[in-house]
Structures are given as C-alpha cells and as structure tokens.
T-cell receptor, first 110, second 115 residues
Framework: GEDVEQSLFLSVREGDSSVINCTYT??????LYWYKQEPGAGLQLLTYIFSNMDMKQDQRLTVLLNKKDKHLSLRIADTQTGDSAIYFC??????????FGTGTRLLVSP | ETGVTQSPTHLIKTRGQQVTLRCSSQSGHNTVSWYQQALGQGPQFIFQ???????GRGNFPPRFSGLQFPNYSSELNVNALELDDSALYLC??????????????FGQGTRLTVV
C-alpha cells in the first residue's frame, strides 16, 4: 500500500456523515474500490467507481473521484455504530492486481 | 457471504516449517489472488492464478508458491517460515476474461502465527 495513502483514523457521532479520503498515484488505474474490514474478518466490497466517472451513489454511500488530483473519497450518510470498521481504498492495476491503502479506522460513537 | 472459503481459519507454525493454506473460489470464478495482511497494514498482493497458471506476482520471495486446480480452487504454500510471515492471508476470487469481468470477492482469511 505504499502508493495509496489514507488518513489513519476518523471518529464521528451516530447520525453524522463520515468522509474517508484516499490519494493514489497510478493515473492508469481503471477501477477504484472501497472495502470494509471488521475485526478479525476478511474484506467486504462496499462499492467501486470506474475511472471515467466523477461520482457514484449507492444508498448511503457516495464515492467521489477527482482524477486530476488522484483523490478518492467515500461519504457515508447517517453513519451508524455498525459502520465502525477499517475502510480500505484500493486501485486496480494491470490484470487484476489490487493495491490497497493502509486503511482508515472509523469509530462511530452513540 | 462471498462464497469464497478459506481453510484453516487459524494456524500456528514454528519458524522454519512449511505451511499450506487453501482457498475455494466462488462458483463461476476462474481467477484466484492471494494477499498478505500484516497487523495494522493494508493487504499486499502476493500472486494471482488464472487457468491454473501464475498470472502475476508481487514482491514476495520464491518460498511463497501456489497452485490452482482444475476446479479453480487454490493453495498457497510458504516454505522456511519466518517470524515476519505472521499475518492474515486473504484469498480473493473473480471472473476474468472477455467482456465479462467481476470484482474480487474475498474470503475470511487464514490467520497464520509463526513462533
């Protein structure tokens, strides 16, 4: 994950919106992904965006992509305590290799 | 549930030993990738298998090797285990080829501890 950067920690209150940010380096990446990881578990695919899109909305999730700045964000509306987890952004390079960021730990307090 | 299953879920090995981890891919998928996730880090790509052949490799030494079987299940073998090999090993399956490509779906992982 040395080429994909994320802030380490985010704390929000239940009901607020959460915004998790990510910067990547490979401008040729075709797809960018957001995965969720709960303690002791594998990775759950949340959503993804194709590189020719600026925005994608999927229920409470909104993904914004700024290709010029190589910046990706995930907004979670009406954040719930069940959203507490580590969130990874990842870019697809070449065949099907995923390069992950270091993850952002989201803590949602009641 | 992604349909990707890994075994075992936990494993403890001694430095210098060898280990085999197993992955059953989701039905209809033909590609399996393996990732190593050290504590507090993001997953790192080890290698990928497509149609029973290695289709790309990350920055891991040759003592990390793999296999893919005709039913698309896969094994990850690690020889001469080192303490730094302690990690969560994740398997991901996907469908690749032609115009129909899917995203990678991950299993729950195998937690390997080397002592």
């Amino acid at each position: 994950g040395e080429d994909v950067e994320q802030s380490l920690f985010l704390s929000v209150r239940e009901g607020d919106s959460s915004v998790i940010n990510c910067t990547y380096t490979d401008s040729s990446s075709t797809y960018l992904y957001w995965y969720k990881q709960e303690p002791g578990a594998g990775l759950q695919l949340l959503t993804y965006i194709f590189s020719n899109m600026d925005m994608k909305q999927d229920q409470r999730l909104t993904v914004l992509l700024n290709k010029k700045d190589k910046h990706l964000s995930l907004r979670i509306a009406d954040t719930q305590t069940g959203d507490s987890a580590i969130y990874f952004c990842a870019e697809k390079r070449g065949f099907q290799k995923l390069v992950f960021g270091t993850g952002t730990r989201l803590l949602v307090s009641p | 549930e992604t349909g990707v299953t890994q075994s075992p879920t936990h494993l403890i090995k001694t430095r210098g030993q060898q280990v085999t981890l197993r992955c059953s891919s989701q039905s209809g998928h033909n590609t399996v990738s393996w990732y190593q996730q050290a504590l507090g880090q993001g997953p790192q790509f080890i290698f990928q298998y497509y149609r029973e052949e290695e289709n790309g490799r990350g920055n891991f030494p040759p003592r990390f090797s793999g296999l893919q079987f005709p039913n698309y299940s896969s094994e990850l073998n690690v020889n001469a285990l080192e303490l730094d090999d302690s990690a969560l090993y994740l398997c991901a399956s996907s469908l690749w080829g032609g115009t129909l490509n899917t995203e990678a779906f991950f299993g729950q992982g195998t937690r390997l501890t080397v002592v």
